[in-house]
């Protein structure tokens, strides 16, 4: 199906593991995003990618990453999982990034670390 | 800091008034400003955006304002649906630096059949 798919939905794991959560856009949209979704914080950005092999830091990275081989696909992996994790995640992609392009969000990822 | 506030964590509104919603900000680089609407277990979609041009933006039952002096934006659903019901989360965005949009906490709007 067209559009932009988060997977997997639900995911818990325990503190210390590799977490590996992926998003996948049919559009081909040059931008893609990813955000935390947190009660009292609102979405906050945490890596944004340009194009392929163009990544850069959002508000909050630290311990994240992310790469982006193919335009379609943008994984974020939290390499070591710390309680403070534990959040919805929300991956968004935009053709452009002029004021008039908004950007088109999957329908999250909930992860808990225990 | 938060830049992007929502004072107003719910809101509940009767099936055919105006729902207003409003939003504040801080930072007067923002130049562009976005709602969206989220439902349970999606992600969030855009509704509607207005530039700092422009004080009112109108699209069908849903109609932004903006008071750039008071840093302040709204929005008005008229009439109120209870498809409507939903967090709208107001987005302010900078052209200057790095790209990122501001995301306020959302407000949740009950409409009441």
């Known amino acids: 199906d067209a559009g932009i798919t988060q997977s997997p939905r639900y995911k818990i794991t325990e503190t210390g593991r590799q977490v590996t959560l992926m998003c996948h856009q049919t559009?081909?949209?040059?931008?893609m995003f990813w955000y935390r979704q947190d009660l009292g914080h609102g979405l906050r950005l945490i890596y944004y990618s340009a194009a392929a092999d163009i990544t850069d830091k959002g508000e909050v990275p630290d311990g994240y990453v992310v790469s982006r081989s193919k335009t379609e696909n943008f994984p974020l992996t939290l390499e070591s999982a710390t309680r403070s994790q534990t959040s919805v995640y929300f991956c968004a992609s935009s053709q452009r990034l002029t004021s008039t392009d908004t950007q088109y969000f999957g329908p999250g990822t909930r992860l808990t670390v225990l | 800091d938060q830049q992007v506030k929502q004072n107003s964590p719910s809101l509940s509104v009767q099936e055919g008034r105006i729902s207003i919603l409003n939003c504040d900000y801080t930072?007067?680089?923002?130049?562009?400003f976005l709602w969206y609407k989220k439902y349970p277990a999606e992600g969030p979609t855009f509704l509607i955006s207005?530039?700092?041009?422009?004080d009112k933006n109108e699209d069908g039952r849903f109609t932004v304002f903006l008071n750039k002096s008071a840093k302040h934006l709204s929005l008005h659903i008229v009439p109120s649906q209870p498809g409507d019901s939903a967090v709208y989360f107001c987005?302010?965005?900078?052209?200057?630096?790095?790209?990122?949009?501001?995301f306020g906490t959302g407000t949740r709007l009950k409409v009441l059949a």
């Open positions: 930072n007067s680089m923002f130049d562009y």
């Open positions: 987005a302010a965005r900078s052209t200057s630096g790095t790209y990122k949009y501001i």
């Open positions: 559009w081909s949209h040059s931008y």
């Open positions: 207005i530039s700092s041009i422009k």
